[in-house]
T-cell receptor
């Protein structure tokens, strides 16, 4: 069990560019979550997958954001036409189907210049 | 008003002190309560979680929930400099879809030699 991994760890992009992040959950964890954390705040829920199905999306997830989990394993989060307000730490977490604890990855820190 | 409120600190204590970290929440539907530790520029690490009211102990850490007053506490005994981090409380509602966590802002703790 290697834990949740996320790539890249840090991404610097210019406003208006598209970025994509990847999350590899703990193997055999059916549930996968994306959260966003800004400086001095706790993580905020963005979206949730159970296997390959995206079952819940926060109102924070504007139409510039899209997430996929095509085969129920890894997930990607894409932000189109990035804005400076998108600068944050993007965290991925996974949990087993029968369990409530969520295990977080190291995060991807996005800086939009 | 945020659903989970937490004093951001910073809280500074001498090594060996007993630390008390606290949160309040407003949503009576919250069922599980978690404590995460987050080092600077890292992902949150799950410390403990509890269900309903009562205490749960794990080594130097004790989590306490009082649902009647909507109060969550984490006690750290014999605090060490390595405990210096931000501590996040989180609450969870079981839903038919995902089990999204609602976080407090985090309390920054510094344990000094």
């Amino acid at each position: 069990d290697t834990g949740v991994s996320q790539n890249p760890r840090h991404k610097i992009t210019k406003r208006g560019q598209n970025v994509t992040f990847r999350c590899d959950p703990i193997s055999e964890h059916n549930r996968l979550y994306w959260y966003r954390q800004t400086l001095g705040q706790g993580p905020e829920f963005l979206t949730y997958f159970q296997n390959e199905a995206q079952l819940e999306k926060s109102r924070l997830l504007s139409d510039r954001f899209s997430a996929e989990r095509p085969k129920g394993s890894f997930s990607t989060l894409e932000i189109q036409r990035t804005e400076q307000g998108d600068s944050a730490m993007y965290l991925c977490a996974s949990s087993p189907l029968r369990g409530y604890e969520q295990y977080f990855g190291p995060g991807t820190r996005l800086t939009v210049t | 008003q945020k659903e989970v409120e937490q004093d951001p600190g910073p809280l500074s204590v001498p090594e060996g002190a007993i630390v008390s970290l606290n949160c309040t929440y407003s949503n009576s539907a919250f069922q599980y309560f978690m404590w995460y530790r987050q080092y600077s520029r890292k992902g949150p690490e799950l410390l403990m979680y509890t269900y309903s009211s009562g205490n749960k102990e794990d080594g130097r850490f004790t989590a306490q929930v009082d649902k009647s007053s909507k109060y969550i506490s984490l006690f750290i005994r014999d605090s060490q400099p390595s405990d210096s981090a931000t501590y996040l409380c989180a609450s969870l509602i079981l839903t038919g879809g995902g089990n999204k966590l609602t976080f407090g802002t985090g309390t920054q703790l510094k344990v000094e030699l």
